[in-house]
């Protein structure tokens, strides 16, 4: 079978395959670019793989660094663009059920792609568009498989992350897995207990952005593979993908602030605490973890009928603009718009929009030392302006801290 090469990425890198077949070697285009190819989706990135070992790849492109020396991947500088360029190899054992103890770099594509995940991920194209496909990789996208390459145990024993990278793959294609690999995957999810949490959530996201989850759903529930998640059971978990599957539904697109927010939603995690200890233990950042908790406290507050401008008061545009959206697709549309106009007519949406700040009312006070009183000031100006009993203007605020501190002391 042979294929169009249009695709910009592919018609940019071509010339690289090229470099390496005129020293000799074999080059192709591998893993994902292939199958979202034969799919005719765009492709994202390009992985090559050669022949060349990695100081013969490095003698050809003067231009590179040597990021995963070890495992044979150089990454060059070619035209302005950088490729990572990966030797053939074969693997020994996996001691922690992640890396390979071992590497060999090998001449042969057939037996590097034997090492690789599943059928769709292990063809290749050559720089004429030729596909070389030595495990029925096309037969299995066409019938809307995902099939492991070889014995399934033997890919999940080596990787327990293939068996989330499945899964993934399942809700982002919509393709069913083939009878023995999920019957491997059941019988090894225990194993996932050996990876990094980071490196299951990394799966574990773009599993619940699949546009497929809904008809996953079961396949996540029945694999056990839950029950390796942080803090809560499987169970849980399995409540929380519910909510999620459910609120999606209508969604033509969401972002991750939302899935994780409506997973907690169902996870019945009402307490604060309890959803950030949780993401924590997903090993999420300070910064979405605000995110997520600021969208999933507006989402209650609108679901409880606070929806007033004061209400909105120190929401993100982002949030409401998520919030909005949501609403709009569950054909709410009165709704987000009473919010877009409630939240739009604030004066100002956090304290560092007051005209006036701490510094400004030591000075008007003629103060040397802050205190107490400060803090009682900007909690009063802020107040005020949010309810729209004083405009946020420079003049009008100095008059105001001047009554205040008066009515303070007089007090």
Same mark, same amino acid.
């Given at each position: 079978?042979?294929?169009? /090469?249009?695709?910009?990425?592919?018609?940019?890198?071509?010339?690289?395959?090229?470099?390496?077949?005129? !020293?000799? *070697?074999?080059?192709?285009?591998?893993?994902?670019?292939?199958?979202?190819?034969?799919?005719?989706?765009?492709?994202?990135?390009?992985?090559?793989? =050669?022949?060349?070992?990695?100081?013969?790849?490095?003698? #050809?492109?003067?231009?590179?660094?040597?990021?995963?020396?070890?495992?044979?991947?150089?990454?060059?500088?070619?035209?302005?663009?950088?490729?990572?360029?990966?030797?053939?190899?074969?693997?020994?054992?996996?001691?922690? *059920?992640?890396?390979?103890?071992?590497?060999?770099?090998?001449?042969?594509?057939?037996?590097?792609?034997?090492?690789?995940?599943?059928?769709?991920?292990?063809?290749?194209?050559?720089?004429?568009?030729?596909?070389?496909?030595?495990?029925?990789?096309?037969?299995?996208?066409?019938?809307?498989? #995902?099939?492991?390459?070889?014995?399934? !145990?033997?890919?999940?024993?080596?990787?327990?992350?293939?068996?989330?990278?499945? #899964?993934?793959?399942?809700?982002?294609?919509?393709?069913? %897995?083939?009878?023995?690999?999920?019957?491997?995957?059941?019988?090894?999810?225990?194993?996932?207990?050996? $990876?990094?949490?980071?490196? #299951?959530?990394?799966?574990?996201?773009?599993?619940?952005?699949?546009?497929?989850?809904?008809?996953?759903?079961? %396949?996540?529930?029945?694999?056990?593979?839950?029950?390796?998640?942080?803090? *809560?059971?499987?169970?849980? *978990?399995?409540?929380?993908?519910?909510? /999620?599957?459910?609120?999606?539904?209508?969604?033509?697109?969401?972002?991750?602030?939302?899935?994780?927010?409506?997973? %907690?939603?169902?996870?019945?995690?009402?307490?604060?605490?309890?959803?950030?200890?949780? /993401?924590?233990?997903? =090993?999420?950042?300070?910064?979405?973890?605000?995110?997520?908790?600021?969208?999933?406290?507006?989402?209650?507050?609108?679901?409880?009928?606070?929806?007033?401008?004061?209400?909105?008061?120190?929401?993100?545009?982002?949030?409401?603009?998520?919030?909005?959206?949501?609403?709009?697709?569950?054909?709410?549309?009165?709704?987000?718009? %009473?919010?877009?106009?409630?939240?739009?007519?604030?004066?100002? !949406?956090?304290?560092?929009?007051?005209?006036?700040?701490?510094?400004?009312?030591?000075?008007?006070?003629?103060? !040397?030392?802050?205190?107490?009183?400060?803090?009682?000031?900007?909690?009063?100006?802020?107040?005020?302006?949010?309810?729209?009993?004083?405009?946020?203007?420079?003049? $009008?605020?100095?008059?105001?801290?001047?009554?205040?501190?008066?009515?303070?002391?007089?007090?």
């Amino acid at each position: 079978m042979k294929l169009d /090469l249009t695709d910009p990425l592919f018609l940019k890198a071509i010339p690289v395959l090229k470099e390496l077949e005129s !020293h000799g *070697y074999e080059a192709y285009f591998v893993g994902g670019c292939v199958r979202d190819s034969l799919l005719n989706k765009g492709i994202s990135d390009i992985d090559i793989a =050669t022949s060349a070992f990695p100081e013969e790849v490095q003698s #050809i492109f003067p231009k590179h660094f040597d990021v995963g020396l070890e495992h044979g991947t150089v990454v060059v500088l070619f035209h302005g663009e950088s490729y990572e360029i990966t030797t053939f190899r074969t693997e020994s054992t996996y001691s922690d *059920y992640r890396r390979p103890d071992q590497v060999s770099f090998v001449r042969d594509l057939v037996e590097d792609t034997k090492r690789r995940d599943f059928t769709i991920n292990a063809m290749a194209l050559d720089a004429r568009g030729v596909l070389f496909d030595y495990h029925d990789g096309l037969k299995d996208l066409e019938d809307q498989k #995902i099939r492991a390459v070889g014995q399934a !145990h033997d890919r999940f024993q080596e990787d327990a992350l293939r068996m989330m990278r499945a #899964i993934r793959f399942a809700s982002q294609l919509g393709f069913e %897995l083939e009878s023995q690999t999920y019957i491997a995957i059941q019988a090894l999810s225990k194993n996932l207990a050996y $990876i990094s949490i980071e490196r #299951i959530r990394i799966e574990f996201e773009k599993t619940m952005l699949g546009r497929h989850f809904n008809c996953c759903l079961p %396949l996540i529930k029945e694999s056990h593979l839950l029950d390796h998640f942080p803090l *809560y059971n499987g169970q849980r *978990y399995c409540l929380g993908m519910d909510a /999620l599957a459910n609120e999606i539904s209508d969604l033509k697109d969401y972002s991750i602030v939302q899935a994780w927010a409506f997973l %907690l939603r169902g996870m019945e995690l009402s307490e604060s605490s309890d959803r950030q200890n949780l /993401l924590k233990k997903w =090993t999420l950042s300070n910064q979405r973890i605000n995110q997520i908790q600021e969208y999933y406290q507006l989402i209650v507050n609108v679901e409880n009928g606070a929806i007033q401008p004061i209400d909105l008061y120190s929401f993100s545009s982002q949030s409401i603009e998520l919030l909005e959206d949501y609403l709009i697709a569950k054909e709410q549309k009165s709704l987000a718009a %009473l919010i877009r106009d409630h939240f739009d007519s604030l004066a100002i !949406h956090d304290r560092k929009e007051l005209a006036l700040n701490g510094s400004d009312i030591m000075q008007i006070l003629d103060m !040397h030392h802050g205190g107490p009183l400060i803090g009682q000031i900007l909690d009063y100006l802020e107040t005020q302006v949010i309810k729209n009993n004083l405009r946020n203007d420079r003049l $009008i605020l100095e008059k105001a801290v001047q009554d205040y501190s008066k009515s303070y002391n007089d007090s």
